[in-house]
């Protein structure tokens, strides 16, 4: 299993479209991804599960991914932070 923190860094947070790309993303591998934020656990191939975080600007959230892909899975999500959802 790969377990990562992640920060939301876009001024927006996780809107529709930061939900799109994160489950788009998620959903080209087998491993199985999730988000938490505090004590909510949301799929992270699901947009809608991911929208309910309401993950504002600087919110932390915890990144799991455990399957076959789950190195190329994390850095591929992890990416998707790091660019700011190419926001900005």
Excluded: C, W
């Excluded at 505090?38 to 809608?48: E, G, L, P, R």
């Excluded at 929208?51 to 932390?60: Q, V």
């Excluded at 850095?75 to 926001?87: M, N």
Aim: aromatic share 4%.
């Amino acid at each position: 299993m790969v377990e990562r923190i992640v920060t939301v860094r876009n001024r927006a947070g996780i809107h529709a479209r930061p939900a799109a790309l994160i489950a788009q993303t998620a959903n080209r591998f087998k491993s199985e991804i999730s988000l938490d934020k505090d004590s909510a656990t949301v799929n992270a191939k699901s947009i809608m599960g991911v929208i309910t975080l309401a993950a504002a600007y600087n919110t932390t959230l915890t990144l799991r991914v455990e399957g076959t892909d789950e190195s190329e899975a994390a850095e591929a999500v992890l990416a998707l932070f790091e660019s700011k959802f190419e926001e900005e």
